[in-house]
């Protein structure tokens, strides 16, 4: 039996951050090796995020389950990343960010190697929730990684960088997914993940740089991170019994009320909490609660069609493999507007202005549903219009978000527009699958049905009117 130094040994190494090779530090190269790894990470959660939707035809099938039931494949994943984001990020700055990171990759791979052997829909959920867990401690620590391995004059190129590997994974998910479903089944939507994830953990041990400087306030907010985690598994669990949810109709009105304490529970925690996920001190401040609103309704905008398209089409007769390729257009063009629009658009716009212009393309997008039947150039045509128009309305919608927050809270504020952006994704999700279960027919020419996509359209006009109360007076340009 080992003695406690032996033990107290292994723990030591377990939690200890190895330094990279002296041939990969003192490299003039290294700072590109180290955006590398990161971006494999960036990659692969943007990847995961978009590539599930694609299974749900499947999994309704194969498991013989409810849409409002197969819904929770993706939404625990979302529930889990939401809560824990802020805390894990924390979890970092103590640890060290690059031990939290590699570990992170090690769940998020176990755990995607088990969603692929699970029996049933519910081993499923439980296996989605440990793999969350696991991109949680990967979100939570790319952009700190990147920060601490690169230059100064060197660090906005690579957040750029870093940001079109999410924008890739995004954009590949539905062509990759509907591919995989198509040919190999649903359960090798996860098998990828795999390979990659070795890879990543191997990469990541040798190309990125310890933690030099290291947090000494180990407060969390565990209370608030509670109420949070129960208000809103209360919420969607209650939209989720109307979404058709094979439980008595009652408890979703009891799930929605539940919400609501949890809700005045967490909002009267962050009052008082000497470490608060959420800093109510901000909100009070109308240009970041309009502007978290805005970022909290493009990512429902952004989200919701990942949904309801493929299930719209393959209700309508497109195979998997179709109805991926044609969703591609969406991520795409999301991805080409928001690392293009620097170039394309005029330097003198203000950020409220490229606000604007990117929620009336989205609502154009939407609006061009309407007539986004059968042929398949018009599906594709709207959904290139949506993706460019919320590509071009999230970077300045952050930008107004983050030069509103104090310097020193920065990380506070970075926390929060990624919370909320949980939060779109999820309720994206869980209110197409209600709109889909109770207005799903398509009408007229279109094969997309008309209430879900009302439902979206009015969330983009709410995109444009985040930008107008509360903006902060922009200086006129120059001559």
């Known amino acids: 039996m080992p003695d406690a130094t032996g033990v107290r040994g292994r723990k030591g190494r377990l939690l200890h951050e190895r330094e990279r090779p002296r041939w990969v530090r003192e490299s003039p190269y290294s700072w590109q090796l180290a955006v590398a790894a990161v971006c494999l990470g960036a990659f692969m959660g943007q990847l995961d ?3 599930v939707t694609l299974v749900y035809p499947s999994l309704e099938r194969e498991f013989h389950e409810p849409l409002g039931t197969v819904q929770w494949v993706s939404l625990a994943y979302l529930l889990v990343v939401t ?12 640890l060290g960010r690059k031990l939290v990171y590699l570990y992170g990759f090690g769940v998020f791979t176990v755990s995607s190697a088990a969603c692929s052997l699970a029996p049933n829909l519910t081993v499923l959920v439980c ?3 440990v793999q969350a867990l696991g991109a949680a401690m990967l979100s939570a620590n790319s952009v700190a990684l990147v920060t601490i391995a690169v230059p100064r004059e060197k660090l906005r190129g690579a957040l750029g960088i870093q940001a079109a590997g999410q924008a890739l994974g995004l954009a590949v998910g539905p062509t990759l997914g509907g591919v995989l479903v198509s040919t190999a089944g649903w359960r090798w939507v996860f098998w990828i993940n795999v390979p990659v994830g070795v890879a990543a953990i191997v990469l990541g041990r040798y190309l990125l740089p310890r933690t030099v400087q290291r947090a000494t306030d180990a407060r969390f907010d565990l209370p608030g991170t509670g109420w949070l985690a129960v208000g809103v598994t209360a919420l969607l669990g209650g939209v989720s019994v109307f979404s058709g949810l094979p439980v008595p109709g009652w408890t ?7 919400a609501g304490v949890a809700f005045a529970g967490f909002l009267r925690r962050e009052g008082r909490a000497p470490a608060p996920l959420v800093s109510l001190a901000l909100l009070r401040d109308a240009r970041i609660a309009w502007g978290l609103a805005g970022a909290f309704a493009g990512y429902l905008v952004l989200f919701g069609p990942l949904v309801l398209v493929p299930l719209a089409l393959v209700r309508h007769g497109t195979s998997e493999m179709r109805a991926g390729l044609l969703l591609s257009a969406l991520p795409a063009g999301f991805a080409l507007a928001a690392n293009l629009q620097e170039r394309l658009l005029p330097e003198r716009w203000t950020d409220r202005r490229r606000c604007l212009l990117g929620a009336a393309l989205s609502l154009a997008g939407l609006a061009g549903f309407a007539r986004a039947a059968p042929a398949d150039l018009w599906l594709i045509g709207w959904l290139a219009v949506l993706g460019t128009g919320l590509g071009v309305f999230t970077p300045p919608n952050n930008e107004l978000v983050m030069g509103s927050v104090p310097k020193e809270l920065s990380g506070t504020g970075g926390g929060m527009i990624n919370m909320v952006r949980s939060l779109g994704t999820a309720l ?4 197409v699958t209600l709109t889909f279960q109770h207005g799903g027919d398509h009408t007229g020419d279109s094969v997309l049905p008309a209430l879900p996509v009302g439902v979206l359209a009015a969330v983009a006009v709410l995109m444009g009117v985040s930008a107008l109360p509360g903006s902060r007076p922009e200086p ?4």
Request: net charge neutral; with cysteine.
């Open 49 to 51: 995020a978009s590539i």
């Open 83 to 94: 809560a824990m984001m802020v805390t894990v990020g924390h979890l970092s700055d103590v």
């Open 127 to 129: 296996c989605r929730v």
């Open 252 to 258: 979703g009105v009891l799930l929605i009320a539940l």
């Open 428 to 431: 994206g999700i869980a209110l």
């Open 476 to 479: 006129s340009p120059s001559p």
